[in-house]
């Protein structure tokens, strides 16, 4: 079966660093997406990883490991902005192309 | 302007009525999706549509209905609303290179 596992909540202080998990079982690989969604709000893109390793962009950075089925979402230099659900999506190559994780919950506090 | 608009945003139906879902985008993808999210849920695959002539069942494609009336128009119909079909509905848009665009999501509820 295809399958994605996340965390269902964090919680992390302002300033400091969190690692969200991702581990997924899908029929194939085409990539793997993390999307920040804000209470009440659309899904928008944060990063795209289809290779090893780890793509920076600022404070948030992705890594991947495709022989592990296995990514995290590494955000830094926390920011009370930055409590949002995080969705994990992996692109297989079967009918459906994107199948979304349930999202992990993160609560930034002062 | 907005690439991807959903209207109604907010909507409270009856069961037993038929509803209509719009959705427009202009950023000229061939390929658009229906989701909906339930709380504590990820998103569920309703629909999909690679291009006008093309539609396909999600995971979850039972009492709903779609239509894609151009490029830049793809519609969600409930047929005959139930109120476990209280939810938040998103269209999004893909690129060929997997990234989607969602629209700003209508809350449904069916009462």
């Known amino acids: 079966g295809q399958n994605i596992d996340q965390p269902t909540e964090m919680t992390a202080t302002e300033g400091a660093i969190v690692q969200i998990n991702c581990t997924y079982q899908?029929?194939?690989?085409?990539?793997l997406f993390w999307y920040q969604q804000h209470a009440g709000e659309a899904p928008t893109f944060l990063s795209y990883?289809?290779?090893?390793g780890l793509e920076e962009k600022g404070r948030f950075s992705s890594f991947l490991s495709r022989s592990k089925g296995y990514s995290y979402l590494l955000l830094k230099e926390l920011q009370m902005k930055d409590s949002a659900s995080y969705l994990c999506?992996?692109?297989?190559?079967?009918?459906?192309?994107?199948?979304f994780g349930a999202g992990t919950r993160l609560f930034v506090k002062a | 302007d907005a690439d991807v608009t959903q209207t109604p945003r907010n909507r409270i139906t009856k069961t037993g009525k038929r509803i209509m879902l719009e959705c427009s985008q202009t950023?000229?993808?061939?390929?658009m999706y229906w989701y909906r999210q339930d709380p504590g849920l990820g998103l569920q695959l309703i629909y999909y549509?690679?291009?006008?002539?093309?539609?396909n069942k999600g995971e979850i494609s039972d009492g709903y209905s779609v239509s894609r009336q151009a490029q830049a128009k793809f519609s969600l119909s409930l047929e005959s609303a139930i109120p476990n079909q209280t939810a938040l509905y998103f269209c999004?848009?893909?690129?060929?290179?997997?990234?989607?665009?969602f629209g700003p999501g209508t809350r449904l509820t069916v009462l």
């Open positions: 999506a992996v692109v297989n190559t079967g009918g459906f192309k994107t199948i």
């Open positions: 899908t029929s194939g690989f085409n990539g």
């Open positions: 990883n289809v290779l090893d």
């Open positions: 950023k000229g993808h061939d390929r």
């Open positions: 549509s690679f291009d006008v002539k093309d539609i």
């Open positions: 999004a848009t893909e690129t060929e290179y997997n990234e989607q665009f």
